[in-house]
C-alpha cells in the first residue's frame, strides 16, 4: 500500500514519529512521497534516503541531543554570554552539530544533495523571515537563483529544524538573476523553522500536481501529527529576552492548533508526546523511549482501520 506521508515538527518530541513509522512499515505502508517540518523533516530525510522505522530507533538509541546545544565558550558565561551570543549571533545555539549530525547519517546512504532523490520525492518546509513567507525546498530555491539539484539535504533540514532564536538562522545568499541590481546588503535572506508558518503542511500533496498523478489512482497522503500536548504554560517575563523567547514558545506551540481542533483528521495519525518540551534536548533514555513506543502504538491503531478513499478511474 502506497502513502505519500507528512510529518509535523515538535523539536525532541519527534522522536515519536520514527515509531509510528515503524507501524506503519509492519502495517504494509510504502512511503511514495515524502515531506515535513523541523524534526518532521528529520524524518522525512531519513526516509526518502531509504531508512526505516527500525534503523531510526537504532539511531535514536546512538544519538546524544544535548550535544546538538554546543556554543563557544565566551557565549557560555553565566546570564550575559547567552544574551550576547542572540544579539550578535541572532540564536542560543549555531544548529551546526545538528547539521554535521543529519548530513554524516544521510551520507551513508548515499543521500547528499536533492539531485541524489527522485523529484518530488522529499519536500522540506522553512520560513524565509527577510520576505516574510513561507518556502518548500527544494523547488522554491529556485526563486533565490539557486539550483534545486545542488542543494545539500542537510541545510535544508538544518533550516526547517532553527527554531528562532534557539539556534541560529540559516543565511543564503541570492544568485543569478535572483540577485542582480541588489546592494550587497540585500542579497542575502534569513530562514527559520517552518513550523514559524505551517507546522503540519497537510496540504502540499492535496495540490494538483500532473507530474505526480498515476493513470487511474491517485496516492493517498496520511499525516503524522504530534498531539496530547499539556495545558499552556504561563511564561514569567522579566525583560526583551524572556518576551522573545515566550513569544516563539507560543507561536511553535500553537500555530496549528485551530486547525487540529475544528478538521476532521480521518488521515492523520495522531501521536501523544507525553507533555515532553520541544526543547527538552538533554531527555532521558527513558523517556526517549516512551515517546518512541507511543508513536508505535498511534501508527499501530490507526493502520488498524483506516482504509483509504478510493478515488475515481481517470480515463
Same mark, same amino acid.
Not at 554546543?70 to 557565549?75: E, F, N, Q, T, V
Not at 551570543?85 to 548530513?103: D, N, T
Not at 507525553?274 to 490507526?302: P, R, V
Given at each position: ?18 515509531? /509510528? #513509522?515503524?507501524? $506503519? ?5 510504502? =512511503?511514495?512521497? @515524502?515531506?515535513?517540518?523541523? &524534526? !518532521? ?114 541545510? /535544508? #533540514?538544518?533550516? $526547517? ?5 534557539? =539556534?541560529?538562522? @540559516?543565511?543564503?545568499?541570492? &544568485? !543569478? ?125 490507526? =493502520? ?12
Amino acid at each position: 500500500m502506497e502513502i505519500n506521508a507528512v510529518f509535523e515538527g515538535g523539536g525532541v518530541k519527534g522522536i515519536s514519529l520514527a515509531g /509510528a #513509522v515503524q507501524a $506503519s512499515e509492519q502495517a504494509g505502508a510504502v =512511503f511514495k512521497r @515524502v515531506a515535513g517540518t523541523s &524534526s !518532521g523533516s528529520i524524518i522525512a530525510a531519513l526516509l526518502a534516503a531509504g531508512y526505516d522505522g527500525e534503523a531510526m530507533s537504532r539511531i535514536i538509541k546512538g544519538t546524544s541531543f544535548s550535544s546538538f546545544l554546543k556554543r563557544g565558550a565566551l557565549y557560555n558565561t553565566a546570564y550575559v554570554g547567552p544574551a550576547v551570543r542572540v544579539l550578535i549571533k541572532k540564536g542560543l545555539y549555531s544548529g551546526e552539530a545538528l547539521e554535521s549530525w543529519i548530513r554524516g547519517i544521510l551520507k551513508e546512504r548515499g543521500l547528499v544533495t536533492f539531485g541524489d532523490l527522485p523529484r518530488g520525492k522529499l519536500s522540506i518546509i522553512a520560513s524565509d523571515i527577510t520576505n516574510g513567507r513561507l518556502i518548500v525546498l527544494p523547488d522554491d530555491l529556485e526563486q533565490y537563483g539557486i539550483s534545486p539539484e545542488g542543494f545539500e539535504v542537510s541545510k /535544508a #533540514v538544518r533550516m $526547517s529544524c532553527s527554531i528562532p532564536y534557539f =539556534f541560529d538562522p @540559516v543565511r543564503l545568499r541570492l &544568485s !543569478g538573476e535572483a540577485a542582480k541590481g541588489k546592494p550587497f546588503a540585500d542579497q542575502f535572506v534569513y530562514m527559520v523553522d517552518g513550523g514559524l508558518l505551517s507546522n503540519f503542511p497537510l496540504w502540499l500533496f492535496d495540490e494538483k500536481e500532473e507530474g505526480f498523478k498515476s493513470p487511474g489512482r491517485r496516492v493517498p497522503t496520511v499525516g503524522y501529527q504530534l498531539i496530547g500536548r499539556t495545558e499552556p504554560q504561563p511564561h514569567r517575563i522579566t525583560g526583551p529576552f524572556s518576551m522573545l523567547q515566550a513569544m516563539v514558545g507560543t507561536m511553535l506551540s500553537a500555530h496549528d492548533e485551530r486547525y487540529i481542533e475544528t478538521e476532521k483528521f480521518v488521515r492523520t495519525v495522531k501521536i501523544p508526546t507525553l507533555g515532553i518540551s520541544m526543547t527538552q534536548f538533554n531527555i532521558s533514555t527513558e523517556k526517549s523511549d516512551e515517546l518512541y513506543t507511543a508513536g508505535y502504538k498511534a501508527g499501530e491503531d490507526f =493502520f488498524k482501520n483506516w482504509r483509504p478513499i478510493p478515488k475515481p478511474t481517470i480515463f
